[in-house]
């Protein structure tokens, strides 16, 4: 089922990794549809620590676990995909001062509001959370939540 918060690529350059944008508080973001719901994946994410130096993280879980692992100080989310017995890296989630410049699309998905709230401040748009019909922090953040 389409998002209807997602602008699908339809261009030459369409694709999974170039699925589409959302446009979140007047910002353009870039959304890939990389991820499968259910399938466990080898996730690495890297944050910066208090210190200023990165820490790196390794997880295995399925795309709708992975905001578990998401904080304030995340920068980069990339899954593991094989093609052709060949480990390859792809970026489902890039940030830059704490705004995201991509995300994948399932993970979007995923996040709740407690998620955006503990991991991306800055990233919260209260226009589309009031027309997902959103009420508590367990409500889907960019998913349309169904009236109690």
Not at 33 to 45: A, P, Q, V
Not at 120 to 137: L, S, V
């Amino acid at each position: 089922m389409n998002n209807p918060l997602i602008n699908i690529n339809t261009g030459t350059l369409s694709g999974d990794v170039f699925y589409g944008t959302i446009r979140i508080n007047g910002a353009t973001i870039g959304v890939s549809n990389l991820t499968e719901l259910g399938k466990i994946t080898r996730f690495r994410y890297t944050a910066k620590a208090k210190a200023g130096f990165p820490v790196i993280g390794d997880v295995e879980c399925t795309p709708e676990q992975i905001p578990y692992y998401l904080s304030k100080n995340t920068t980069v989310v990339q899954m593991e995909r094989l093609i052709d017995g060949k480990s390859y890296w792809f970026n489902v989630l890039t940030t830059k001062g704490g705004k995201w410049n991509s995300i994948d699309k399932n993970i979007l998905e995923n996040l709740e509001v407690g998620d955006m709230h503990r991991a991306f401040p800055k990233m919260i748009d209260w226009n589309i959370w009031k027309a997902m019909n959103t009420k508590f922090h367990s409500c889907k953040s960019f998913v349309l939540n169904q009236a109690a």
